[in-house]
């Protein structure tokens, strides 16, 4: 089992770049394929990026060239490194965490494991 706490959300203004941090704290953590979802206000929680066990990332089309996801499993660390923020990246930011290979890596049912989320409010 892992327990997860992202950090390092707050206010940037459009242009600017945050970047979110997630402690995982358990056994193992190298062994587990991890993600970033958001959830904007009035809508559904979204993919936003994944990098698998084995190093391997994903991102979806909105964030890609801007946002860049990478794990330091010596520290059992998840990162969201995000440039060029625009307003429609508001959202509350969860991080997430599988084992299991069977599902897609862009659907949030393959993650056992939730954070609380953080939130990410850009200005224009």
């Known amino acids: 089992q892992v327990q997860l706490v992202e950090s390092g959300g707050g206010l940037a203004q459009a242009g600017g770049s945050l970047r979110l941090d997630c402690a995982a704290s358990?056994?193992?953590?190298?062994?587990?394929?991890m993600a970033w979802f958001r959830q904007a206000p009035g809508k559904e929680r979204a993919f936003v990026a994944a990098?698998?066990?084995?190093?391997?990332?994903y991102y979806d089309d909105s964030v890609k060239g801007r946002f860049t996801i990478s794990r330091d499993n010596a520290k059992n660390m998840l990162y969201l490194r995000m440039n060029s923020l625009n307003p429609d990246d508001t959202a509350v930011y969860h991080c997430?965490?599988?084992?299991?290979?069977?599902?897609?890596?862009?659907?949030?049912?393959?993650?056992?494991?939730w954070g609380q989320g953080t939130q990410v409010t850009v200005s224009s």
């Open positions: 997430a965490a599988t084992r299991l290979r069977s599902r897609s890596t862009y659907s949030e049912s393959r993650y056992s494991y």
């Open positions: 358990g056994r193992s953590f190298s062994t587990y394929d």
């Open positions: 990098i698998n066990w084995d190093s391997g990332t």
